[in-house]
């Protein structure tokens, strides 16, 4: 059974720092494996559709940001223990989100359609950016 579990989130001034994880089980992970995933974060405001934020796959590890984040967020794996993270600098308010870590086999979260169905994602973790 795969499964994706976040933390790292919280509530952060403007101009801070947070760095979310992603743990993947069920999924082999290294450089070896025979299957191809991306693993992805996208987030979603209150009132607003899904946003891609970032993705790495993981048998190339080539790497994919949404042009808003480019600069700010950094992502990155821990393969041998299966962790992905989304590092995050220079927050802003807009920055406010569910964020969630997704797998997918055929898409990376930065291109995948707001209503596209990912192969697995968790359950999120609230980033908070306030003064």
């Known amino acids: 059974q795969v499964q994706l579990v976040e933390s790292g989130g919280g509530s952060v001034q403007p101009g801070g720092s947070l760095r979310l994880s992603c743990v993947v089980t069920?999924?082999?992970?290294?450089?070896?494996?025979?299957?191809?995933?991306?693993i992805g974060w996208f987030r979603q405001a209150p009132g607003k559709e899904r946003e891609g934020i970032s993705c790495i796959n993981n048998r190339n590890g080539w790497i994919e940001y949404k042009d808003s984040v480019k600069g700010r967020f950094t992502i990155s794996r821990n393969s041998a223990k299966n962790i992905t993270y989304l590092t995050m600098n220079s927050l802003k308010p807009e920055d406010t989100a569910v964020y969630y870590c997704a797998a997918d086999r055929l898409l990376c979260a930065v291109v995948a359609d707001a209503r596209y169905t990912f192969d697995h994602w968790g359950r999120g973790t609230q980033v908070t950016v306030s003064s």
């Open positions: 069920g999924l082999t992970w290294d450089d070896d494996d025979e299957e191809d995933y991306f």
